[in-house]
């Protein structure tokens, strides 16, 4: 009955795992769930009054397959200053969500074989995207002591004469590190040996970083790149959007042409009111941003610290996003209540099944041996949260 195309899909581990989460707490499990790509706050109050606004006017129709000129012309604007590099609304495309946007991206790019290297540990959506456009993922191990960001050598190692595409993810889901000045000069020094590569650079946290007011970007060091970049970005992360379904992606023309037609086919087009909305997310919330932004370093600081507290587990201190990535390798292979823990896959199972508390593995951004938590939720949660993780381990023989 099914194709062969989805007799091997998996359906996201993040999203499964935060399912999974919610379906105990139904049950009326006490359950702490850390698997969470989203911010705890609510969309700012500004946004949903533009959001209202819209319906009010009658922006409850179909719009252009590659979203509302306005809204495009705010998109083009915000990355001309944030990179010093000029873009047009002809050169942006929106959609639903920045997760389609990289579909639609792949799609749009990508042949029977194509290889796209891609960084591990990475956002679980990247291979199989991949693969359903028919490319072959080519995975680079990062070091820990590189903060699991791929050096320019690393890439250039994987690269062949079938590779199409690198994708970049800075700050990155899992880690939430960013990639440093000199590493993204480096990179830049590697394509611009291979013209017939391109690379995706996903910015959806560029916002979301702690001591800067912006990550660092390719461009930023070499904008004569420009048309071999594909800039991904949205609203969900920045401005606790995720529900609201918008993205949007900037690059050369005749990509950003294929995608519109991709989109005109598939999705048709973002829901205007988000799309007015957006608008207002972009242009009128720096204050809002800047209190989110007060909140998760606090938060950043409290898991941190007292994740170090705990036995046998360390974490460094991440750039951005809301994820910490704890090195819980030195529980695999020991003993748990009688029963051998062999991986992060187990160890999470377990410390769900166990002590309430979801994780997702770190296996499923194909690095084992880590835990990606999300930490957009309340200090007092966080604090059980890891109080249970404490009694959890404090079970190892
Ligand atoms: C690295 C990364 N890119 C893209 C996305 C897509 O976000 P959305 O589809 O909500 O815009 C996510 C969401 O988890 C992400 O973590």
């Known amino acids: ?15 499964a795992l935060a399912a999974k989460a919610k379906e105990l707490k139904s049950q009326g499990h006490n359950v702490i769930s850390l698997t969470v790509g989203e911010p705890d706050w609510d969309t700012f109050s500004s946004i949903k009054k533009a959001a209202y606004d819209a319906i009010e006017q009658g922006e409850t129709k179909y719009t252009p397959s590659n979203g509302l000129p306005d809204l495009r012309k705010a998109i083009a604007e915000q990355t001309s200053s944030d990179l010093s590099v000029n873009y047009g609304p002809d050169e942006v495309t929106v959609t639903a969500g920045g997760k389609f946007v990289i579909f639609s991206a792949l799609q749009s790019i990508i042949d029977p074989g194509d290889e796209v290297i891609i960084p591990a540990p990475y956002w679980v959506s990247y291979p199989t995207q991949v693969e359903l456009a028919e490319g ?6 990062t ?3 590189n903060r699991f960001t791929a050096t320019a050598e690393e890439l250039e190692q994987a690269i062949t004469d079938k590779t199409k595409l690198i994708i970049l993810n800075s700050p990155s889901n899992p880690t939430g590190n960013m990639y ?11 394509l611009k040996k291979y013209p017939q590569i391109l690379l995706m650079s996903d910015d959806i946290y560029n916002r979301l970083v702690f ?53 005109s086919q598939s999705v048709s087009c973002a829901a205007a009111f988000t799309q007015k909305a957006s608008i207002q997310a972009i ?6 941003l800047a209190d989110s932004l007060d909140k998760l370093k606090k938060r950043r600081d409290f898991v941190v610290d007292n994740l170090n507290q705990l036995p046998n587990i360390s974490v460094e201190v991440p750039d951005g996003a809301f994820y910490v990535w704890p090195d819980i390798s030195f529980y695999l292979g020991k003993t748990w209540k009688g029963q051998k823990v062999e991986n992060s896959s187990q160890f999470s199972s377990l410390l769900l099944e166990d002590q309430m508390v979801a994780t997702v593995p770190g296996v499923e951004f194909g690095l084992d041996g880590y835990l990606r938590i999300s930490y957009a939720l309340d200090e007092s949660k966080m604090k059980e949260a890891i109080e249970r993780i404490k009694t959890f381990v404090s079970e190892f023989e």
């Open 136 to 141: 072959k993922p080519i995975f680079v191990t």
């Open 211 to 263: 001591e800067k007011s912006l990550a660092p970007h390719i461009l930023h060091f070499a904008p004569e790149l420009k048309d071999r970049v594909i800039i991904i970005n949205g609203v969900s992360k920045t401005y606790s959007m995720t529900g609201w379904r918008l993205g949007w992606a900037l690059g050369h023309k005749e990509i950003i042409g294929a995608m519109n037609k991709y989109q």
């Open 180 to 190: 440093t000045d000199s590493a993204l000069r480096e990179l830049a020094s590697v």
């Open 143 to 145: 070091k820990k002591e």
């Open 1 to 15: 009955m099914l194709s062969q195309r989805v007799k091997s899909l998996k359906p996201s581990p993040t999203l």
């Open 283 to 288: 242009q009128g919330t720096a204050s809002e």
